[in-house]
C-alpha cells in the first residue's frame, strides 16, 4: 500500500538496503547512544507480518514507523515512530499513524498499542489529542537506564491504547484527510495533571527539576489510574492531560 501526496510517499520499507538505511535513520532522531532496530531483525518481523514504513521525498527518508505483530491478532504493537529533525512540522508523523491505522484495518487488526514517555507535551499532543488514544497503564522506568535524547531521567512510560474503528478515532481520521482541526475533548468532570512544555530544555538547562517531574506526573498519574481514570484527552497549549472515569 503506497500513500502519495504533494511529492510525499507513505510506503513500506522494501529490501535489505532500505531497513539498513533506517537504522542510522534512527541513531539521527534518537542519538548516536540509542541502539536502533536491527535491518535483520526488522526484515525478518516484516516477513512474519509487522509494519516497517516510511515516509519519502525525492527518495530521501524523512519519516520511519516499525511496529509488529503481538499474541493477539486484532493488536499491533506500535514500536517506533521517528521524523527527520529537518523534517518537522509538516505533520509527517501524524501521517504516518494515520497510514498505520488504514494498513491495520486491512489486515483485520483494530488496536494499536505503544509507549510514550508522558513528559513529551508533543507526543501526547499527536497520541492524545489528534489520533485519539487514551491511556491508563503506567510503567516506571520502563527501558532502565537510556542514552541519546533520553538521557538523565527515569524512562517512564505511559501505554497508548488507539482503538482504531472507535467512533471518535473514526471522527478524526474524517477529519485528518479533509486536513482539519481535531476537537478537544470535554474537560468537564476530570481530573488535570500539567506535565513541562519543554522536557528536551528542561533536561539541558536544569536536570533536578526535570527529574522532579518525572516524579511528580508518576505519582499523579498512577494514583488517578488507580482510581479507574484514564487519560482521555491533552490540552496541547497548557500542556495538561485531562482524565475521566472509565
Not at 143 to 161: F, H, P, Q, T, W
Request: proline residues 2%; charged residues 25%; aromatic residues 8%.
Amino acid at each position: 500500500m503506497n500513500i502519495q501526496n504533494q511529492g510525499l510517499v507513505l510506503r513500506e520499507l522494501s529490501g535489505v538496503a532500505e531497513l539498513k538505511d533506517s537504522e542510522q535513520f534512527q541513531k539521527t532522531v534518537w542519538g548516536e547512544d540509542d541502539q536502533p532496530d536491527n535491518s535483520d531483525l526488522m526484515l525478518a518481523i516484516q516477513h512474519e507480518g509487522g509494519l516497517v514504513a516510511g515516509a519519502f521525498k525525492d527518495g530521501r527518508m524523512l519519516g520511519f514507523l516499525f511496529g509488529f505483530p503481538t499474541s493477539q491478532a486484532h493488536v499491533q504493537h506500535s514500536h517506533r515512530l521517528a521524523v527527520h529533525p529537518d523534517s518537522r512540522g509538516m505533520g509527517l508523523g501524524l501521517k504516518l499513524k494515520w497510514f498505520q491505522r488504514d494498513w491495520c484495518l486491512s489486515r483485520g487488526i483494530t488496536l494499536v498499542r505503544w509507549t510514550y514517555d508522558p513528559l513529551r507535551r508533543i507526543n501526547a499532543g499527536l497520541n492524545i489529542t489528534r489520533l485519539g488514544a487514551t491511556a491508563g497503564t503506567y510503567h516506571e522506568d520502563y527501558y532502565g537506564k537510556m542514552e541519546g535524547i533520553n538521557a538523565g531521567v527515569a524512562s517512564d512510560r505511559l501505554v497508548a491504547d488507539w482503538v482504531l474503528n472507535a467512533p471518535h478515532v473514526e471522527a478524526l481520521a474524517k477529519c485528518a484527510k479533509r486536513d482539519g482541526a481535531a476537537a478537544s475533548a470535554s474537560s468537564e468532570n476530570c481530573v488535570k495533571v500539567k506535565i513541562p512544555n519543554d522536557l528536551d530544555k528542561l533536561l539541558s538547562t536544569d536536570l533536578e527539576k526535570a527529574i522532579a517531574e518525572r516524579f511528580r506526573v508518576r505519582e499523579a498519574l498512577t494514583t488517578a489510574f488507580s482510581k479507574g481514570y484514564r487519560i482521555s484527552a491533552f490540552d496541547v497549549d497548557a500542556a495538561c492531560y485531562h482524565l475521566s472515569k472509565t
